[in-house]
């Protein structure tokens, strides 16, 4: 397919006006929720409670991109919220496929994330149990970093899989995402495009989400 999504990731947000911050946002595909722990990354946002109150505030679906140890054990709790995706790492998994399954059966489309370091070739048997792929493109735990373009080859090297295979799974990116860097993720492969800074950063948001799928789409 040749949709782009564009998905803001409120970790960029101001956190005590999230209401107002997500009306900002109205022109986004998905919002991107960024869930830590301050276990398998060393930041702390936020948990079901808060997921929740968003979901329930939200004009856009919820992408949320969990960063946090044991996914086995509370990835299905945000499904369960109504999260339209619910993005876990594979570093962190246990029984990755299982989850994905449960995932999918709760309603929710099941996503899977890899760190920078991490190889994608263990994903490629793994294409059909997932209906989304994160390639990170900074050291997940912070926003604000820089675009790491090493990880492109990766992409890269997933994006022709996936078509080989003939799979319908987004590829997602996200990290130092911008005006200057969101080009090269797309023509490496990426199709979906998590931006935090980028957005929030700009005085006009919704026109900032306009700007990026400008670029993509040239
Ligand atoms: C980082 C988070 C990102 C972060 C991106 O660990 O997963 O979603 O918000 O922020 P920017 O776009 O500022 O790099
Ligand atoms: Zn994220």
Redesign the pocket.
Known sequence: EDAIRINP?I??ADFVNMQAELARIAGADFV?V?V?DNHF?P?LTFGTQMVGRIQATSPVPLDV?L?ITNPDRWAPGYAELGAASVTFHLEAATEPVALARRLRAIGARAGVAVKPATPVEGLFDLLDDFDQILV?T????????S?MPETMPKLRRLADEAKRRGSSVWLQV?????ESTIAQAAEAGADTF??????F?AGDPDAAIRGLRDIVRA
């Open positions: 990731s970790l960029a991107h960024d830590m990354v930041n991109h960063m990170m900074v050291e997940p735990g912070f926003g604000g970093q675009f996200d990290g130092g995402i911008g998590v931006a935090g800074s980028a957005v950063g």
